[in-house]
């Protein structure tokens, strides 16, 4: 079978539209992120150190920013069920980047995040993350990151949540990881209950590798809180595969349809 230019030329002319727009949207993320970041701080002054309305930011301008740019729409479901005047640990399953901003849309509370301790370093963004109050570990060290774990015992405290991408990095075939344990042993030496919550689309939408965005629908759905009382420390890891499998079927609720991404 022959291949004519006239075949080829739309192909190459979508991918170059494509690049443009990723560098684009790639230029947009930086920038209003970098615009975003000098007020959040100085409100954090202006608070007197307070982080609520700051974190807020997050979930009323940066989130819904970057998700418009994105050309992403939010689906939610089981949300509405969950109290979230108590604290929580959220768990979830992760495939993108932009897996931050979906759960920082989604739920109605200022939130702080679990991150990886190479992102205390990144210019501006670690920065803010250490102002803000989030909980840095190191994947290498599990003892190590076990107790800087504990730092978020304030948090609970106080009311805040706390979310984790329990995978430790994000899936690049869209199976869900095995989750670390963590986290799982703070929810159980604070008595905190655990929200699993299945993101489901989001690798569609940018995927693990590169920055290739595709508008689309991310649903999130929001299982029931698992209770961690009665639990002792040396049950972490049965209850790390507990969260894992409610989420795990919080995915396999998917209705069936052509393409995950279309709400």
């Known amino acids: ?18 690049g443009v727009l990723n560098a684009l949207q790639f230029l947009f993320t930086v920038l209003w992120t970098g615009v975003l ?12 150190g307070r982080r609520r309305w700051p974190l807020r930011m997050a979930s009323l301008i940066w989130a819904p920013g970057l998700l418009a740019g994105a050309g992403v729409r939010l689906e939610l479901e089981g949300f509405e069920a969950i ?4 604290p929580h640990i959220i768990v979830a399953n992760h495939q993108s980047m932009i897996d931050v ?10 939130l702080r995040f679990v991150l990886k301790q190479e992102l205390a370093h990144v210019p501006l963004v670690g920065w803010y993350a250490r102002a803000m109050g989030m909980v840095f570990i190191e994947r290498e060290a599990a003892r190590k ?14 009311g805040d949540s706390l979310c984790a991408f329990p995978e430790g990095t994000r899936s690049r075939d869209g199976r869900v990881g095995s989750f670390k344990g963590g986290v799982f042993k ?26 290739r965005v595709r508008p689309g629908c991310i649903r999130l759905r929001a299982g029931e809180p698992i209770s961690t009382h009665d639990l002792q420390v040396s049950d972490r890891n049965m209850l ?12 396999d609720q998917a209705v069936p ?3 995950p991404t279309d709400c």
Request: aromatic share 6%.
């Open 1 to 18: 079978m022959s291949v004519t230019s006239s075949s080829v030329r739309p192909g190459i002319a979508g991918g170059y539209a494509w």
């Open 37 to 48: 970041l000098g007020p959040a701080l100085l409100l954090l002054v202006l608070c007197g």
């Open 83 to 86: 109290d979230f005047s108590k």
């Open 101 to 110: 901003c979906v759960l920082y849309r989604a739920l109605p509370v200022p």
């Open 145 to 158: 990151a076990a107790r800087r774990l504990k730092d978020a015992h304030e948090l609970f405290a106080a």
């Open 186 to 211: 703070l929810a159980i030496e604070s008595g905190v209950p655990i929200l699993p919550v299945a993101i489901e689309g989001s690798g569609q939408v940018l995927p693990a590798s590169g920055f």
């Open 240 to 251: 790390a595969r507990r969260c894992r499998d409610a989420v795990i079927a919080l995915l």
């Open 257 to 259: 349809g052509p393409d």
